[in-house]
């Protein structure tokens, strides 16, 4: 094997400086080269001076004034953003543009003096001489036009690192802007006159609708000012209903009394949508050290067990950096995903996470953690051009931003259910209020209601107050079996209202219906608590509205921090494709919510895994982050001076539903399974009670085997389970007609009948004290 060329150290690792006093050295000489620059133009230089202003004249021709401008310009950000990488592509994006930009001036002479006015000083200079006269020479002048902008644009690109969307975007911000700034102009001298004025402007500013009005005083006022960020605003039909004061106070209290027309969900109260400015924004960059070097690092160590690999691109995201490199033929994945104890050992870092392959590329990723996380806010997302752009209804999700720094979302009724899981303090609980906050910025209560759990009685309970919620927060075992027993009778009957429209779903239903059915989004904050309580009705309650409800509008947010196989069970797994893993403390916590190795290795904070139907391999992201102090402000904006309306049917024994009282099992609408006088029967005629007896006769399975049993223990005619030892049957509480009658009291019996029963059956009588000491 031969031998390891050494790199060649550079001149500041030589001279062992800081990069951070290389860097400002850096800067200073910009600046000092800028102002001489400047000076030579006033003739205020010397003879150095008159040199530089020749040879600016020469390269740059007339735009030589702006060249001082932007060497000072990259100085100052230079000295102010010190945590800044600069990457060879913000170098080929500056050449492209000079030479584009210049080329543009330049093109503008007549081709024949191009040559002389370039050593003159005019146009473009020599640089601008050169692209205008060779693809003038070749394509024409139109020609040469076009290719010299779409070069100008993509310097640009390259600079900023943005794309031609968001170039699009900012270039209709400016004019909308431009317009709306000279309209304030027009009313600030309209003020002046003694006659009322009133100018609207009727335009889009970030489909946002504003309105200025100048009064008699000369104030111009914003009515609309805090909605320019609300992504789709109100009808004009439901914006008059909401803002149209009423006639008299008659006409509220009898609004305020009437009944709805037809039993489901209560008419809400509608207030306007939370301005943006309620979020908080951050500017906090993330710290990826030295990217070179750890690139270096990766390529020895693997070279070290004879890996030999090409480095590829370097992506700096919000938590870790991915390096991805190409490995040569021949070598296997599993050798490298074998190595990563290794690498974290030679990289000083960890955990470190390997993905092999890329999804998509041919290349395998390197997940380093970042020395500073950079913070991502939920205001960010919100304010991207991905969200305010998509076409969809109303029911994105923010999720968080990528290792390349792309914002992510999600479509909830494409989920159609989302299931999230993690161990404590990393990130869970975040990530539902973020959740719940991108849907509350899209909606109003007339659009979508909720239905919250919080066993913990610590995390959701802040909610209570909105106008979005049927119910206040639930916070006990009981309430949430009948809530979720009101939700699934309200499943059945908007599958009644679609099947007599002729409608599939809700979303086509409510574009013909007078009155649209609403989202209903169900939170569970803590699975695990309920499952120890009442594991049965809510695990059946969960699968039947997983299993069929998206169709219907209604969807399911399951969050729990035990991700064990008794909490998340497989048939709620196979009912819920869409999920979240945070931190978890070992592999197989890991294969329980992902089915995949990978939660294991997460930093915590929001370092997240989000896999969905939609995607093969689970896909790390860094979740969005909202403070309590942000969650408040956002819920008081929404809870405004009137109280609430709930359904207090929702969490009642004998709720409704919309549709009657249901059971679990999607059976006739009563307290027991149908089924539960088949099985008594079976149980009386064998004189023994197994769920396995049960599962052969009737042909069920196993967990409504087990729930027909658990009913007629609360019925009496079984005993408990009691280990591997079968159920006690008490044949005396059945009548020879197969009802359950009540318990009779010994002394109640004659002396001569206390050995038979009424029935003729023999009672098995307790043995007395003396009988046990006998």
């Known amino acids: 094997m031969g031998r390891h060329r050494q790199r060649k150290l550079t001149l500041s690792e030589r001279v062992n400086l800081n990069p951070d006093l290389s860097r400002g050295l850096l800067a200073l000489f910009l600046f000092i080269l800028g102002g001489l620059s400047a000076l030579s133009f006033f003739s205020l230089a010397g003879v150095a001076g008159q040199f530089i202003d020749s040879l600016l004249a020469i390269t740059f021709g007339q735009v030589r004034y702006v060249v001082p401008i932007v060497l000072i310009l990259v100085a100052i950000l230079m000295v102010k953003d010190m945590e ?184 809400p109260i509608i207030r306007d949508l939370p301005p943006i400015d309620l979020l908080f924004t951050s500017k906090s960059k993330p710290t990826s050290g030295d990217i070179k070097s750890n690139a270096e690092v990766i390529r020895d160590t693997l070279h070290n067990f004879g890996i030999e690999v090409d480095m590829g691109e370097v992506r700096v995201g919000p938590t870790v950096t991915q390096y991805s490199l190409k490995p040569a033929k021949g070598v296997k994945l599993t050798r490298i995903t074998n190595l990563g104890n290794d690498l974290a050992l030679a990289l000083a870092a960890h955990p470190i996470r390997i993905e092999a392959p890329i999804p998509g590329q041919s290349l395998v990723g390197i997940e380093v953690p970042n020395q500073k996380v950079a913070m991502v806010t939920l205001r960010e997302l919100l304010e991207s051009p991905e969200f305010k752009n998509s076409d969809n209804h109303n029911m994105m999700i923010a999720l968080g931003k990528d290792v390349a720094g792309k914002v992510w979302f999600a479509d909830l009724p494409k989920m159609p259910h989302l299931l999230i899981a993690g161990a404590t303090n990393s990130g869970k609980t975040v990530c539902i209020n973020t959740v719940l906050l991108s849907l509350l910025y899209q909606n109003t209560a007339e659009t979508l209601r909720m239905i919250m759990v919080d066993p913990k009685r610590v995390e959701l309970t802040m909610y209570n107050g909105i106008p979005h919620l049927l119910t206040p927060v639930i916070t006990d075992a009981a309430k949430t079996v009948n ?41 569970i904050d803590e699975l695990a608590d309920l499952m120890a309580m009442a594991a049965s009705e809510v695990e059946a309650g969960i699968i039947r509205l997983a299993q069929m409800a998206r169709a219907v509008g209604i969807h399911l947010i399951v969050a729990t921090q035990r991700p064990s196989m008794e909490v998340i069970t497989g048939l ?119 769920a396995s007896l049960l599962q052969r006769r009737m042909k069920v399975g196993y967990a409504r085997a087990a729930r027909l049993l658990d009913e007629m223990e609360e019925a009496g005619i079984v005993g408990p389970a009691d280990g591997a030892k079968p159920r006690e049957l008490f044949t005396e509480h059945i009548n020879p007609l197969g009802q359950h009658m009540r318990p009779t009291e010994p002394d109640e019996i004659p002396e001569d009948e206390q050995s038979m029963d009424a029935g003729g059956a023999p009672v098995f009588e307790e043995p007395t004290e003396e009988q046990n000491k006998e």
Request: glycine share 10%; proline share 4%; with cysteine.
């Open 483 to 523: 809530a979720l027993k009101w939700t699934i009778g309200e499943m059945d009957r908007r599958f009644t209202l679609l099947a007599d429209a002729g409608k599939r779903d809700i979303g086509s239903y409510n574009k013909s219906a007078a009155e649209p059915l609403p989202y209903i989004v169900f939170v």
């Open 572 to 690: 709620m797994k196979a009912n819920i494709p869409a999920r979240i893993a945070f931190s978890v403390p070992s592999l197989i916590d890991s294969r329980t919510i992902l089915d995949t190795s990978g939660a294991e290795k997460l930093l915590g904070r929001g370092d997240m895994l989000f896999l969905s139907a939609e995607m093969s391999k689970p896909k790390r992201l860094q979740g969005a982050f909202v403070s309590e102090e942000e969650m408040k402000r956002v819920i008081d904006h929404l809870k405004g001076d009137e109280p609430p309306v709930y359904d207090e049917s929702i969490v009642s024994r004998n709720n409704s539903g919309g549709g009657g009282t249901v059971n679990m099992f999607g059976g006739a609408n009563s307290d027991n399974d149908p089924l539960f006088d088949e099985a008594k029967k079976i149980v009386m005629e064998s004189g023994k009670a197994s």
């Open 84 to 267: 800044y990488e600069y990457r060879p592509t913000h170098f080929i994006g500056s050449i492209l543009f000079i030479l584009s930009f210049n080329g543009l001036i330049h093109l503008q002479k007549p081709v024949e003096q191009m040559y002389d006015l370039a050593t003159q000083g005019y146009g473009g200079g020599l640089v601008g001489f050169l692209p205008a006269w060779f693809l003038y020479t070749y394509i024409g002048y139109w020609g040469a036009f076009m290719l010299l902008c779409g070069l100008l644009l993509a310097g640009v690109i390259f600079i900023f690192n943005t794309s031609l969307a968001q170039i699009v975007d900012l270039h209709k911000k400016f004019f909308l802007l431009l317009g709306w700034f000279g309209q304030k102009i027009v009313a600030f001298f309209a003020s002046f006159k003694n006659e009322k004025v009133e100018f609207k402007i009727k335009g889009d500013y970030e489909t946002g609708t504003t309105d200025v009005t100048t009064d008699e005083d000369g104030e111009a006022e914003t009515e609309e000012e805090q909605r320019v960020f609300q992504k789709r605003t109100l009808s004009a039909n439901e914006e008059n209903k909401n803002h149209e004061e009423p006639d008299s106070e008659e006409t509220v209290v009898e609004e305020m009394n009437e009944e709805p027309k037809e039993r489901g969900i209560p008419k």
